[in-house]
């Protein structure tokens, strides 16, 4: 890194909560704003007002995971005036209102905890516990079927503690009573834990009705190209299906000639969480005297 780009960077982050403009940047670095804003464009093809923002709104997403502060306070630590202007901008980057992404991101690979970030793949988002570990993009020379795989790979420093995610979500309106099939080809290399497809169906308040990570049927360590399969049903009273490729610690996994459809009720299920609750059939020690 050049030194104009980590004397912005180490200025920006250092003052991500304080109320800095594109002009206070251009001040500490030593150029005029015309200039600044040329050179700073070129080093990082966006403004310093964008990169502000995106930071800003990045810091707002660990926070609506990692605490419990309102969503209106958490507005106003990240330089907004009104909940309002927050929501827009928030959903902008990160496709889902403030409320439902910390609701959605609760419930992802068994309640642990991560953000999500935009991807370079059209409709395919990240999502982490520590999203700088991990990146995802379009590989053109590792390739199951046509031109091009999406990967995602887990960098030095990915632990096996924490996880990421190449995710999409979906309407469930068109599938609802319906059983529906994942499948995806996926090929693995120097995996330090183990990756594997994930589906969850939730409800309009985003409790999770089915779900399926792979968990009981990990792949591991270096893999060919092979196919890999999930198949849920999708309640009458559900909203969302989210979807993905999930890895845990370092390597890379790349995923081609995916699948989503309608099957028959025939084709079994693989959900491997229970979301059955253990009901009696009828009120149980009414007076409080059983033993």
């Known amino acids: 890194m050049d030194a104009f780009k980590k004397a912005c960077i180490t200025y920006m982050e250092a003052n991500l909560n304080q109320a800095i403009e594109a002009e206070d940047v251009a ?13 700073f464009m070129q080093a990082f093809q966006l403004s310093a007002t964008d990169y502000l923002k995106r930071r800003r709104l990045a810091q ?28 827009r901008a928030f959903k902008k980057i990160y ?26 793949i ?3 988002f990240l999502a982490g516990d520590s999203p700088h570990l991990y990146e995802a993009g379009l590989d053109s020379t590792v390739v199951h079927q046509g031109k091009q795989a999406a990967y995602l790979r887990g960098m030095n420093g990915s632990k096996d503690t924490v996880f990421g995610t190449l995710m999409q979500e ?29 589906m969850r169906v939730d409800n309009k308040t985003g409790d999770v009705l089915q779900f399926d990570n792979m968990y009981d049927r990990k792949i591991t360590g270096d893999t060919n190209w092979n196919v890999y399969t999930i198949v849920l049903d999708v309640p009458e009273e559900s909203a969302a299906i989210s979807f993905g490729l999930l890895m845990t610690g370092r390597g890379t996994a790349w995923m081609d000639s995916l699948s989503f459809q309608e099957v028959s009720t025939k084709v079994p299920t693989t959900h491997n969480m229970d979301f059955q609750l253990d009901l009696a059939d009828q009120p149980q020690n009414l007076s409080f005297e059983e033993e």
């Open 27 to 39: 001040k500490n670095s030593g150029y005029s704003l015309f200039h600044f804003h040329r050179k």
């Open 60 to 87: 707002a997403a660990n926070l609506l995971f990692h605490s419990e502060e309102r969503i209106i306070d958490i507005a106003f630590i990240s330089g907004f005036d009104s909940q309002e202007a927050f929501t």
């Open 95 to 120: 496709k889902l209102p403030p409320g439902r992404y910390r609701k959605l991101l609760q419930t992802i690979n068994q309640g642990g905890k991560r953000i999500m970030n935009a991807t370079p």
């Open 122 to 124: 059209k409709h395919w």
């Open 170 to 198: 979906i309407k469930a309106d068109n599938y609802l009573g319906k059983r529906v099939q994942l499948q995806a080809f996926i090929k693995t290399k120097e995996l330090s834990d183990f990756v594997g497809l994930w």
